[in-house]
């Protein structure tokens, strides 16, 4: 990744680039130049406590606010200018903090419209089912009938109905049960698999530890660490650093 | 006079613009001495109009331009405290009794009716309340014109007005400067002076801590809840105190005109003419009610005439006639209107004073 | 994984519990209380007018008139939910519509006067398909030229859409002059069909029939359709929608333009009912229109059809039994409605 200090994998170029990306709401500075690399396949994490600016970042990139300066570069392609509509067709897709999920269209109806041409991938629905079970249960129910867990579910099944070249979730484990928890470190498992990249946002260190690949930690509106999860995982004082606790004690 | 006294007068609110400045000066003068400087009951008329359609637009612009509140319930305000005056004269004589009973009375139903509007609809979203207001506010005038033994129906009542202020009262024998010093002359400087008291009254309101807290409301009203105010209550004050001067307004309307009906008071063409003064003249400025309002009455009186002129020159041309006829200069006002909008968002008092807009 | 496991039930089938946490089937609330309101309201007022024909005719009267006010405002709360415009110049376009159809009905007036019920028909739906057409293109040139520019500013888009409304009225009158202009019924419409006391005027059926027919035809294309479905999932999340890859703002003129079409039909419509076209028909409407969009909650097209004919059984049930308070009936039933949902009967735009 771009730290200084840690090897250079030689990979393929990365897949998104952010390259001094400032963003502001209203008159606050929220981005204050962002450097963030995510390589390409695999699962990428992005930390940080309340406030410093992860869902931001999220949201720069998809387009929903503007980056006042800086560049995003995605797949070879300077997306910063680019319309939301626009971003989500270059083969991005988002989980927002919200799910956003449509409470009065059912599960399906919310699948649907997923598939921008033409019908939803059999094959790809049945798969989907097979790590989110209760969607196939719940396939005619309005959306909103369902349970916070059940609704997550549904916005991430949403978002990878059809392949995409990156997917952009912030904060899936918030509020959920362990029990729900454990299903969806299985479905990323499954997705890691599959070509899509990922980029996670999360707050709970317990749960991307196993999952991600690289980590970045981000604090005032700044990237303030970039590299391998194994290392972050390794160096208890790093994470001390960092994140202000241990591993052991956020579990 | 030092500065700082008419500092104090304006409650430091300055004009801040010498065109401006010498505009004001010269529409108080004319308003001042409107009796002498003319001949007739046409001109004078149109300046009493000025002076309470003056104080009924910044009224508003204290809803609109300051608070950010959308209402379409204030000639209902103008058109109680019209009433107020009315009925009391009509029913109770032509005595200050009776006068001053009929606007006790109309000034509590308008603090009544402001604080239920306000409770129960500022809760809503600004289009809610906006629509709500528009469906109270037209049923009150359809009630108006209903009851027609109470109110005098769709022609309204006319009605006697004290000794005083009857045309008929000398007060001095003899002429000045070709004005009879009657009755007519000192109900002008009533509404004169009681329009000056509450326009400077306004003028104080908006600049005092309160005025300030409802444009920090207005701007960012998340960020003023923040701070620990609570703005339904500034609402609900700002609501009140518009609808009191409304309605104080409409009582001089009435005193003037010795007649009140719902065309002139509650009708919506007031409404509209509320909203084109304040917008063309500068919303959230009050000396833009000044403006706005003068020529806005001015134009509504004698540019009529012109426009008959041109529209008989062209009785030739088949669109060109009609649309400028005089009764089609709403259309003409609300072309103004929506240019306004768009290209002087600050209305003509942001354009004197050289305001960049900010929206 | 599961703490806490009930007992399992003596059924034969496997008890949702043990399923595991979160599988439990989720509360098929349907929200069928609004849904109860008309059928509830008309046998409610039975016992009080007393006489069942004076009952009907009250009734289909209301629903006639009801129907023609959904399709006026259905457009307008659409807008809104989806597009978060409020339009108060939306009377313009019912206005209009009603001007326009003379286009084709005054040359055509041979056919209207015509005793064939067939020629009457046609005339009209022809009116009605030109009033929509105008209205339609009307439509689409203030939404790209008075509204696009005001997107977000509600303060500006209410003054502005005002203004525009004052401007489009005054041009009528340019163009149409400043009278009324009659509309008198077609031929084989006049009048009543007798079912035994009952008296049911012929028109009013009509209202009914192309109400039912425009209900079922949003219905159709919101429920049935790609396009329905992003307008849906727009009105409760435009951002959303745009996240997942359409430009849902270029169905915005879409939308505006179809919703002021069925202003347009709902004018032509009005002025048959009214049987008189006045410049400011649409000015006089909008009160009652946003009454119902504000009482169905705006973005529910449902929430719009009951509350245009709550409102109109209401204005005619309560103008029958006590005349007086039906000048304020419908305010009284809009802040009925508001205490018991202060949303509106449907509120599902997210805002």
Redesign the interface.
Known sequence: MSEPTAPAPAAAAPLLTLSGVHTHIGQYHILQGVDLQVPRGGLAVLLGRNGAGKTTLLRTI?G?WQASAGSVKFDGREIGKL???DI??AGIA?V?ESM?V????TVR?NM???A?NGPLDEARVEWIFGFF??LK??WH?PAG???G??KQMVAIA?AIAEPRKLLLVDEPTKGL?P??I?SLIAAFRELKETDTTILLVEQNFSFVKSLGDTVAVMDDGRIVHAGAMRDLVDNQDLQQRLLGLSLDSHQ | MSISVVNRLFSGDLPRSRALGAALVLIFLGLALAPFLTAGARPLNTAATICIYIVLVASYDLLLGYSGIVSFAHTMFFGIGAYGIGLGLSSAGPTWSGALVGLVLALLLTIVLALIVGLFALRVRAIFYAMITLAVASSFAVLASQLSDFTGGEDGKTFSVPELLSPGFRLIENDIAGRAIDGKLVTYYIVFFGCLALFLFLLRLVNSPFGRVLQAIRENEFRAEALGYRTVLYRIWANVLAALVAALAGALMALWLRYVGPKTMLGFEVMTDILLIVVIGGMGTMYGAVIGATLFILAQNYLKTLMADSASALTGIPFLAEALHPDRWMLWLGVLFVLSIYFFPTGIVGKLRGNRAQH | MTSLVPPPMPQARTPVSALGPDTALPAAKRDIAPLLLVPVLMLAMLPFVGSFPTWVTLTVAGLAMGMMIFIMSSGLTLVFGLMDVLNFGHGAFVAVGAYAATMVLLPMHGWLEADSLLMNLAVLALAMLVAMFVTGLLGWAFERIIIMPVYGQHLKQILITMGGMIVAEQLIIVVWGADQVPLPLPTSLRGAIVLGDAAIEKYRLVAVVVGLLVFAAMFLVLNRTKIGLLIRAGVENREMVEALGYRIRRLFVAVFAAGSALAGLGGVMWGFYKETLTASMGSEIMVMIFIVIIIGGLGSVGGCFIGALLMALVTNYVGFLEPKVALVSNILLMIGVLMWRPAGLFSNARR
């Open positions: 998809m929903l319309a939301t509509p989500a067709q988002y927002p956003a449509f409470s009065e269209l109806e649907l419209l997923a921008r079970p209760a249960k719940f129910y009938n369902l349970s867990g059940q949403r049960a029990a729900i454990q």
